[in-house]
């Protein structure tokens, strides 16, 4: 049974750098340490939401996930315990903060989504066609049950993707760019609507990248979207970014997608994450 | 795709690994464009409402390229200077001079974030026309309270500053291509990108100035 009791384990704080990093707290608890340090609309605009987080239906998601994630599946019967995010086979506390990495049997830097992907291949004999790698969206598809729990292990770890390949800084650098990168009828970049503090798209207070206490928020994916009524991924917030940029559709997974996620998690360095979120 | 050589050496230099593993080309002039024509970033032969593709929409004008190139940065006086020129080349103004429209049409257009999104589901422009969003960052009628703060309030526009031919056309431009003033400004250039039309232009222009307005009570 996956619970909040799981990440209460007494697990070494691995990075001692931040203090509000802490895998024992609550994610809601993790939200607090935040909103206690700086003083952000972005933060406390929704004080239902913080309320209802103890309930978040994402638990359940994260359930099943655990369930998926040691089941023996796919053609070739096997879990994904075998499955390496880059602190070993099967070790997923913290690993999830410490991507999008560089992975030497694949020659790529590689994201939650596209590793979960390439072990579900690889281990499991599943095919692209098939609906468990197919379906990448929604709290009842098997991709984001399994995305919550390997996630909710990383809650309150402090985000810290790995820097030492040259690969993995290349990506970032030129995430950064995509985030300045202004193009479409809109002229938006990212930058248009997350680089200040405090500012609103309407009702909206916009979490700025240059703040990191703020940012951790913003990228804590999967997160309860309440607007949406399900769960949702980094990969499914980007598709949404650039729709709403009117800049076209992003590929899944595609090294853009992961280049931008790589810069912002590098953004939120050194800050706890709220896994699961939940969001508007 | 990305091709992928296993390399074993970590004392390949940076750029040598950029070419090994990224292959990217002369013909992108940096990574990030690389990823997004052709390492399969986008789809890039989805039609666009204007009639093109998201090959075009992705692909960067003047401005865009150098104000994106400022990063974080705001704008140095070089950069303003060139920006403001193009964007002063590129005022087209109508034909019988700037009027002013039906302000509750215009409202229409402020309030609607409708059009030109495009990718897992598309707006359909023969549906519903596309709007200008102001309220997205502009605070109007001062009794709506979804509005957002990216831009100034321009609550009381008209009534604050008059109706005469410098601050119409003053108006106009912003709308049209606001880099004329703001150099590397955050607000889109309704005019020059054709997200307006005229007619929407001056619809809109008449809820920021006539008296009748709800921004102007």
């Not at chain 1, 030492?164 to 970049?189: I, N, Q, V, W």
């Not at chain 2, 204007?50 to 929409?57: A, F, H, L, N, S």
Request: glycine share 8%; with cysteine.
């Amino acid at each position: 049974m996956f619970n909040r009791t799981l990440l209460v384990l007494p697990v070494v704080l691995a990075f001692a750098a931040t203090a509000s990093a802490d895998p024992s707290m609550a994610p809601e608890e993790v939200l607090q340490s935040l909103i206690d340090k700086v003083d952000s609309k972005y933060l406390t605009q929704s004080s239902q939401n913080i309320m209802m987080m103890p309930d978040n239906p994402a638990y359940w998601v994260a359930e099943e996930g655990e369930e998926l994630f040691m089941e023996k599946r796919g053609p070739k019967n096997a879990s994904l315990e075998g499955c390496d995010f880059g602190k070993g086979p099967g070790v997923l506390e913290g690993a999830y903060t410490e991507m999008p990495r560089y992975f030497a049997d694949t020659g790529k830097v590689m994201d939650l989504e596209s590793r979960l992907v390439h072990c579900m291949m690889t281990l499991q004999g599943f095919s692209k066609k098939d609906a468990a790698i197919k379906k990448r969206h929604g709290s009842g598809s098997d991709m984001m049950k399994l995305q919550t729990y390997i996630g909710s292990l990383s809650n309150g770890y402090a985000w810290n993707p790995p820097m030492d390949h040259p690969m993995e800084t290349a990506m970032r650098d030129a995430g950064k760019e995509l985030f300045y990168r202004r193009a479409g009828t809109l002229d938006f970049s990212c930058n248009t609507c997350h680089g200040d503090t405090g500012k609103r798209i309407r009702a909206s207070v916009l979490p700025n990248i240059n703040v990191p206490e703020e940012w951790t928020k913003a990228i804590s994916w999967p997160a309860f979207r309440v607007g949406h009524d399900n769960v949702r991924s980094s990969q499914h917030r980007v598709r949404g970014c650039y729709w709403q940029m009117r800049q076209g559709r992003i590929e899944a997974t595609s090294d853009a997608s992961i280049a931008l996620i790589s810069y912002w998690t590098d953004a939120a360095r050194g800050q706890p994450a709220i896994l699961p979120d939940m969001k508007r | 795709m990305i091709k992928h050589k296993n390399y074993t050496t970590p004392a390949l230099t940076l750029v040598a690994i950029l070419f090994a593993t990224f292959s990217y080309t002369a013909v992108a002039d940096s990574l990030s464009d690389s990823l997004i024509f052709e390492q399969g970033g986008f789809r890039l032969s989805q039609k666009t409402q204007e009639g093109g593709t998201v090959k075009d929409r992705l692909t960067q004008d003047g401005i865009q390229k150098v104000c994106s190139k400022l990063g974080a940065a705001s704008v140095d006086s070089n950069t303003a200077a060139s920006v403001t020129s193009m964007a002063r080349e590129s005022i087209k103004k109508p034909a019988g001079g700037i009027k002013l429209g039906d302000w509750k049409k215009g409202e229409a257009v402020a309030r609607s974030g409708y059009g030109f999104r495009v990718g897992h589901k598309t707006d359909d422009h023969s549906k519903r026309e596309a709007g200008g969003n102001c309220y997205a960052c502009h605070q109007l009628d001062p009794n709506e309270i979804a509005f957002g703060t990216l831009g100034p309030s321009l609550t009381g526009y008209g009534k604050l500053r008059g109706t005469g031919e410098p601050i119409l056309n003053y108006a106009y431009e912003v709308i049209y291509n606001p880099h004329v003033y703001f150099p590397c400004t955050h607000m889109p250039r309704f005019g020059h990108n054709n997200v307006l039309t005229g007619q929407q232009i001056s619809d809109v222009m008449a809820y920021l100035f006539d008296s009748a307005s709800p921004v102007n009570q």
